[in-house]
C-alpha cells in the first residue's frame, strides 16, 4: 500500500521545480493548499522499486519539463515522466520523486510532446481507467496505449547464464472514444464501421480507396481525421 506523503505546501507552491504556471492570489494561497492536503493529490513514490531489474519503465527514462492541466483549473509545471509499467506520471520536488496519486483530477498532461489523458475504456470485465497518449480530439477521440510488461529473471541452469528481470515493450493498442463513452479498443475495420458508420456512411469506400491499414498510426490518425471533418461538414 503506498504511504501518503504530505509536503510543506508553502515551499512546495513556491518552489521553482514545482511552481504554478498561472497565477494564485496571496489571499487563496491558503485556500488552495488546503485543497490539495484535503484531497491528497501526491504520494510517494519507492524509487527502488525497479532496482536489478534491465531495461526501462519510463516512456522517457529523464524527467523532462511538463505541465499539469487540473480539472479545477489550475496549471502546474515541473519535471516529469511517465511509467508505462505502473501507468503512473511521477514528478520530481528537491530530489524527492512522487506520482500523482489522484489522476481523475487531472484534465490532461502535456510531456515529451504528447498530451496524456486519463480516460475510461472498456475492458472485458467492465470500465476501467488508465493514461492514454492522445493521438487525435474531436466527438471520436482516438488514443495510443503505450505499455511495458516484465519478464521474470531466468536462475542459472547447465549450459545457460541467470538473467535479472528486464521490462519489455508491450504491444501498442489503438482506441477511439465517442463523445463521453468509454474508449473502445479498435481491433478491425469493423469496429470503426460499428462505431462511426452511422454519422459517416461513407467511412468503408474511404477506408478501401485510402488502403487504411489498422497497424499503421498514420493511417489511423488520417481516418479519425476524416471522419470528424465529416461530422463537421454535416452539421
Not at 118 to 147: M, N, Q, R
Not at 176 to 195: C, L, S, Y
Amino acid at each position: 500500500m503506498k504511504r501518503i506523503v504530505f509536503l510543506p505546501f508553502l515551499a512546495f507552491l513556491l518552489s521553482s521545480s514545482f511552481a504554478f504556471a498561472q497565477v494564485v492570489y496571496e489571499s487563496n494561497i491558503y485556500e488552495h493548499m488546503d485543497y490539495l492536503r484535503r484531497d491528497r493529490l501526491i504520494s510517494d513514490f519507492n524509487p527502488k522499486a525497479y532496482e536489478n531489474i534491465d531495461g526501462t519503465p519510463y516512456l522517457i527514462q529523464e524527467f523532462e519539463d511538463g505541465k499539469v492541466y487540473l480539472k479545477s483549473g489550475e496549471v502546474l509545471t515541473g519535471k516529469f515522466r511517465f511509467d508505462l509499467y505502473a501507468n503512473q506520471v511521477q514528478f520530481i520536488n528537491e530530489d524527492i520523486r512522487y506520482v500523482i496519486a489522484y489522476p481523475e483530477k487531472v484534465y490532461k498532461i502535456e510531456l515529451n510532446g504528447n498530451v496524456l489523458k486519463y480516460i475510461d475504456y472498456k475492458i472485458d470485465a467492465g470500465i476501467d481507467y488508465d493514461y492514454f497518449i492522445t493521438l487525435v480530439e474531436g466527438y471520436y477521440s482516438l488514443y495510443l496505449k503505450k505499455s511495458k510488461t516484465l519478464k521474470d529473471p531466468v536462475a542459472t541452469k547447465p549450459y545457460q547464464q541467470a538473467r535479472p528481470a528486464r521490462f519489455l515493450d508491450h504491444k501498442d493498442y489503438y482506441y477511439i472514444k465517442a463523445g463521453e463513452m468509454p474508449a473502445q479498443r479498435i481491433r478491425k475495420k469493423k469496429d470503426i464501421v460499428k462505431m462511426c458508420g452511422e454519422k459517416t456512411p461513407g467511412i468503408q469506400n474511404y477506408m478501401k480507396e485510402e488502403k487504411i491499414t489498422f497497424s499503421n498510426e498514420y493511417d489511423l490518425v488520417k481516418l479519425m481525421t476524416y471522419i470528424n471533418g465529416q461530422l463537421l461538414d454535416n452539421e
